[in-house]
């Protein structure tokens, strides 16, 4: 069992940055793919970056260039620094984790945080 719990959302205008953390507990935390899903209200869960064990990243178009994610591993922690935040950056971003590699489908992800709140505005 992994347990994670989102930090960092806010409230912050367009152009603004916010570096959101996931801090995850249980299982080997450097055994697993760790992702990013915002929800907006209305709106399906959808994909905007991943991170394998190995490091490897992969993004969605719509947050490449402006959003980095990486993890620290001795700290079971995985990052999302979001720089130029756009008002169609709002939403829960939730993250995810599964054991080995993982795409970009949210039913590929074993376990979610509650998630953390991020609002853009203009």
């Known amino acids: 069992q992994v347990q994670l719990v989102e930090s960092g959302g806010g409230l912050v205008q367009a152009g603004d940055s916010l570096r959101l953390s996931c801090a995850a507990s249980?299982?080997?935390?450097?055994?697993?793919?760790m992702g990013w899903f915002p929800q907006a209200p209305g709106k399906e869960r959808e994909f905007v970056a991943n991170i394998w064990s190995s490091g490897i990243t992969y993004y969605s178009d719509a947050v490449k260039g402006r959003f980095t994610i990486s993890r620290d591993n001795a700290k079971n922690t995985m990052y999302l620094q979001m720089n130029s935040l756009k008002l169609e950056d709002t939403a829960v971003y939730s993250c995810?984790?599964?054991?080995?590699?993982?795409?970009?489908?949210?039913?590929?992800?074993?376990?979610w945080g509650q998630g953390t709140q991020v609002t853009v505005s203009s």
């Open positions: 995810a984790a599964g054991l080995g590699p993982r795409g970009i489908h949210a039913y590929e992800y074993n376990y």
């Open positions: 249980g299982r080997a935390f450097n055994g697993y793919s």
